[in-house]
């Protein structure tokens, strides 16, 4: 009942959401919606845990509900990450070296390339100066973004190569640091691509189409801006753009 109301909570905001474009009340409603997942969410891990202390360890119910524990102990941490990361708080920024974030970025999603069978590669070009970030945002936007690479080279054939990399550069006449993110997905259907940092848009199954807006508005909040270029059967890249320290 309470993950029905959320929803019906969501459809009802949703429209005004996309006409105001306001970043905090998209962060506001979406912390909202998952504080609503992670009660009954917490109710159930009680009771699993419950009954495995009921369950003798030899019983043929306690593997399945020892696997129940372990996946809710998992998707608690990451509802809990995914709160922290639409929350809406005051941003720190400090200079930041922009190939380490990727680095950090790279590590915590490595596990998840592998498993989708992707090869990757990062270019870092190491005369890239600093930028004035909040880190922590940072890292979050740019896991946004190999993520959503990842998910998009699913609609690629078994046997094909799927491919992303990352790479930074210097454009010194705008006195830019530039990050790109690059795969051989299936590209951007033409009637999406105008729709695609919009709120709650999305072509995915199970997605609430949060991600690219999150991003958009980070790099904006930088002083940044983030673009695209795809085509249909070709490569995808976008390009997060921001202000480099003198």
């Not at 962060?27 to 009660?39: K, N, R, V």
């Not at 915590?108 to 989708?116: G, M, Q, S, W």
């Not at 210097?170 to 009637?191: C, W």
């Given at each position: 009942a309470e993950l029905f109301e959320a929803g019906e909570c969501l459809r009802r905001t949703q429209a005004a959401l996309i006409?105001?474009?306001?970043?905090?009340?998209?962060?506001?409603?979406?912390?909202?919606?998952?504080?609503?997942?992670?009660?009954?969410?917490?109710?159930?891990?009680?009771?699993?845990?419950?009954?495995?202390?009921?369950?003798?360890?030899?019983?043929k119910f306690y593997k399945p509900v020892s696997m129940m524990e372990t996946q809710a102990v998992e998707l608690k941490k990451k509802l809990d990450n995914l709160t922290e990361l639409v929350s809406h708080r005051k941003i720190v920024k400090t200079p930041v070296d922009v190939n380490e974030v990727i680095k950090q970025a790279m590590g915590?999603?490595?596990?998840?390339?592998?498993?989708?069978?992707?090869?990757?590669?990062?270019?870092l070009n190491t005369d890239v100066p600093k930028v004035n970030a909040d880190g922590v945002l940072l890292q979050q936007a740019f896991m946004i973004l190999a993520i959503n690479s990842a998910e998009s080279l699913e609609g690629r054939s078994e046997e094909a190569i799927r491919y992303f990399e990352v790479q930074t550069a210097?454009?010194?006449?705008?006195?830019?640091?530039?990050?790109?993110?690059?795969?051989?997905?299936?590209?951007?259907?033409?009637?999406d691509k105008k729709s695609i940092f919009t709120p709650f848009f999305t072509t995915k199954k199970n997605s609430l189409g949060i991600g690219l807006a999150l991003c958009k508005n980070l790099a904006e909040e930088h002083s940044g801006n983030i673009s695209f270029h795809s085509e249909k059967g070709a490569e995808t890249v976008f390009t997060v753009r921001l202000p480099a320290l003198k």
């Open positions: 006409e105001g474009g306001r970043a905090s009340a998209l962060a506001g409603l979406s912390s909202g919606i998952l504080h609503q997942i992670s009660q009954p969410l917490t109710v159930i891990y009680g009771f699993v845990r419950y009954m495995k202390e009921e369950i003798k360890e030899g019983d915590l999603v490595t596990d998840e390339f592998k498993k989708r069978r992707i090869k990757w590669l990062a270019e210097f454009d010194k006449d705008q006195n830019e640091v530039t990050v790109s993110f690059s795969d051989n997905g299936p590209g951007i259907n033409e009637k």
